[in-house]
């Protein structure tokens, strides 16, 4: 054999090695590598390090600031020559963190972030943060890790790397199974969701690991949890940017260089369908349809104790509802909110106290909504676009808040006066009788004899043709700070009567 054979055998060889198992990657005009590439090194549980020494022109930003209360936050994260979009972007991210750990944790004192580089190779970066906690019950850690397209200037959630959501419910299952056995490890309370699913990345061998906050799925003290998914587990589940990055992460890429910057995109292209960023208004049913017979179910002052049995109603009729959540409760039982927003249903804001608004001044009402807020986005990564004010009592002045908070407000056409008469038939009798297409039905999810009567409002509605959805599915778009009553086609109804526990 020639040489000229043998150099041409070796190089086809290193083609196929180059496009094994997954798909060929794209040639990139934005990123180099003045060196040849190694395999990766590190421990089997833990997302690949990169060695800061092969990015030329890596420093890293620090930041300060304080949040509500005192908090003190301080942020370090990368800046990477010609990628400023990704470190703007992450550290967007980690900022708005840290204010929901401060509007969230009644004792909160401090929140620091540091990182570590996990990906730097052809046309992907990936960035994971590690974040400090502290507050007068202790410290705790958290994770996030973050992909980065050096190409289109796009950063990427974790579970972007699987390929939509079905993908990863199928990662769900197989997280679980990992974990059933492990001491303390509540996988009842894991769901296929964005939030829970934001630290994933691969080890050298290109397994899949799934990394976890302290206190997230297990007591604080139980420290990280993690689940290692194996490399032919987890490539069929794999998006072409996820493929993409686990060849960028499984090497090390010495004297990596981004040679063209990319634009940050429009907003609007920002997010794109992420898997496990779930649709409050998905478009499976057309409720603007003259002919659609769409009606919304609402629970207030949730969630409770027997809540889980509404969400077994409601998946048993293939029905949607709408959780008006209180301040304490979500606290109670974060599971259930996690649960309610990964089966499709929508969480709107109904303060932490259940005050009358009209009551308080600007700033109070604030509190009440945004403490909510970032209690459910901590539990969900949701931030929701709706609020109902206790017992219906709003005026010009929460009207203003609202608005400034982007959140519409939604009162009811049909109020089964459940806080009143504690009878599930009284209560299922109300919910139908008066049923009509674009209908908001109040009631509350605190009370058993309402959990009770779920059932046969369901059946009933069902046999009537109508279509349980969520009050955005129902209305559509809304205007933040303006009042909703119900859904009807071409007519106005009055105001509701105030409810004592609406």
Not at 177 to 205: C, Q
Not at 308 to 317: M, S
Not at 416 to 425: L, M, V
């Amino acid at each position: 054999m020639n040489a000229l054979s043998a150099s041409a055998i070796a190089l086809a060889l290193l083609a196929l090695v180059g496009c094994s198992g997954d798909e060929a990657e794209p040639t990139s005009s934005g990123a180099s590598a003045s060196a040849e590439a190694t395999p990766a090194k590190g421990a089997e549980d833990e997302l690949t390090v990169v060695d800061t020494a092969h990015i030329p022109g890596l420093r890293e930003q620090t930041t300060t600031d304080s949040a509500e209360g005192g908090v003190d936050i301080e942020l370090s994260y990368p800046r990477i020559p010609h990628a400023e979009p990704f470190a703007d972007r992450i550290a967007e991210l980690a900022e708005q963190d840290g204010r929901d750990f401060a509007g969230a944790v009644p004792k909160a004192e401090s929140y620091s972030v540091d990182w570590q580089v996990s990906a730097a190779g052809g046309n992907v970066l990936a960035v994971r943060l590690i974040q400090h906690e502290k507050s007068g019950d202790g410290e705790r850690t958290g994770y996030s890790t973050y992909w980065y397209n050096t190409e289109s200037g796009r950063t990427a959630y974790s579970t972007e790397l699987l390929d939509g959501q079905g993908r990863l419910e199928k990662l769900d299952t197989l997280v679980k199974k990992r974990l059933k056995d492990r001491d303390g490890v509540d996988t009842a309370s894991l769901y296929p969701i964005a939030e829970l699913y934001d630290s994933v990345g691969f080890n050298p061998d290109g397994d899949l690991v799934v990394e976890f906050d302290e206190g997230e799925i297990a007591p604080a003290k139980r420290g990280r949890v993690h689940a290692v998914v194996p490399e032919k587990q987890a490539r069929p589940l794999l998006s072409s940017f996820g493929k993409r990055a686990k060849k960028a992460a499984v090497v090390v890429t010495p004297g990596f260089e981004i040679t063209k910057a990319a634009s940050a995109p429009k907003d609007s292209e920002a997010e794109g369908n992420v898997p496990g960023m779930l649709s409050t208004a998905p478009d499976d049913v057309d409720c603007q349809d003259a002919d659609s017979k769409c009606i919304a179910l609402t629970f207030d002052d949730g969630p409770a104790g027997r809540t889980p049995e509404v969400l077994d109603a409601l998946a048993e009729h293939h029905a949607r509802a709408t959780f008006f959540v209180t301040g304490v409760p979500v606290r109670e039982h974060p599971e259930t909110v996690r649960r309610a927003y990964a089966e499709g249903h929508e969480l709107a804001n109904h303060t932490v106290h259940h005050p009358d608004l009209t009551s308080l001044g600007p700033d109070d009402v604030t509190d009440e909504l945004t403490t909510v807020n970032t209690l459910v986005r901590r539990e969900t990564g949701y931030s929701m676009d709706l609020m109902r004010p206790p017992y219906g009592a709003t005026d010009e002045g929460v009207a203003d808040v609202t608005e400034e908070l982007d959140q519409a407000q939604i009162l009811w056409s049909i109020d089964t006066n459940d806080w009143r008469d504690h009878d599930a038939g009284l209560v299922s009798k109300r919910a139908v009788k008066s049923a009509k297409p674009g209908s908001i039905v109040l009631m509350h999810d605190i009370h058993d004899t309402t959990v009770d009567a779920v059932p046969r409002i369901l059946e009933r509605l069902d046999e009537k043709g109508y279509t349980m959805v969520t009050v955005s599915q129902l209305l559509g778009e809304t205007k933040p700070g303006k009042e909703y009553i119900d859904g009807h086609p071409s007519e106005s109804d009055p105001s509701p009567t105030a409810s004592p526990s609406g």
